[in-house]
């Protein structure tokens, strides 16, 4: 049973800073590609971005370029999320989730954690 916990979320001045980290657990990860969402008060879901396996990240979301890095521990089975310069337009849940590589869907999801920005 595959399962993903993220942690990290909370309330931070327009400016600030989070990381948030997504424990993995119930299988081997080799060759699966973790992303990051969100989803903010009545929004649709919004990709992020995404890392593969092997570290290297996918692609970022235009708008969080430059402020946002994500990162990876295979050892530990970590996937973490810098968010540096955090605008109140970041306020959201903020959701990891897992897919076999080359898999056009996501499938296993987090329950979400909260991070609210204040202007």
């Known amino acids: 049973q595959v399962r993903l916990v993220e942690s990290g979320g909370g309330l931070v001045q327009t400016g600030g800073s989070l990381r948030l980290s997504c424990a993995a657990s119930?299988?081997?990860?080799?060759?699966?590609?973790m992303g990051w969402f969100r989803q903010a008060p009545g929004k649709e879901r919004e990709f992020v971005v995404g890392?593969?396996?092997?570290?290297?990240?996918?692609h970022y979301r235009d708008s969080v370029k430059g402020r946002f890095t994500v990162s990876g521990d295979n050892v530990k089975n970590m996937v973490y999320l810098q968010m540096n310069s955090l605008k109140p337009e970041d306020t959201a849940v903020y959701y990891c989730?897992?897919?076999?590589?080359?898999?056009?869907?996501?499938?296993?999801w987090g329950q979400g954690t909260q991070v609210t920005v204040s202007s």
């Open positions: 890392i593969n396996w092997r570290g290297e990240p996918t």
């Open positions: 119930g299988r081997a990860f080799s060759g699966w590609e």
């Open positions: 989730a897992a897919r076999s590589e080359g898999n056009p869907e996501y499938y296993y």
